[in-house]
Nanobody
Framework: QVQFVESGGGLVEPGGSLRLSCAASERLFTIYSMGWYRQAPGKQRELVAQIITSTTHYAESVKGRFIISRDNDKNMVYLQMNSLKPEDTAVYYC????????WGQGTQVTVSS
């Protein structure tokens, strides 16, 4: 089963930016779609960004601020997060909507002044 390892989270002030990375344990080109999810305290995990081959989709709450990308040669998926808001605070995970795997540890993103 493919494994995903997330990194790049941290503490950032409102309006700041972060770039999250996700390393896949097998060849990414074999996975049709990849996504970034997040789970805030007391809330359900939600899909915020998805990339299907090269087509991207975003939740309304992050549209225009987040950008998902993938590098099949490096088996990596990225999430560029700009104009961060306190409500973006959550643990962020990557996984495949088309081929779900076990959840990794995630990476904590905290947006606070």
């Amino acid at each position: 089963q493919v494994q995903f390892v997330e990194s790049g989270g941290g503490l950032v002030e409102p309006g700041g930016s972060l770039r999250l990375s996700c390393a896949a344990s097998e060849r990414l080109f074999t996975i049709y779609s990849m996504g970034w999810y997040r789970q805030a305290p007391g809330k359900q995990r939600e899909l915020v960004a998805q990339i299907i081959t090269s087509t991207t989709h975003y939740a309304e709450s992050v549209k225009g601020r987040f950008i998902i990308s993938r590098d099949n040669d490096k088996n990596m998926v990225y999430l560029q997060m700009n104009s961060l808001k306190p409500e973006d605070t959550a643990v962020y995970y990557c996984n495949s909507p088309s081929r779900p795997s076990l959840w990794g540890q995630g990476t904590q993103v905290t947006v606070s002044s």
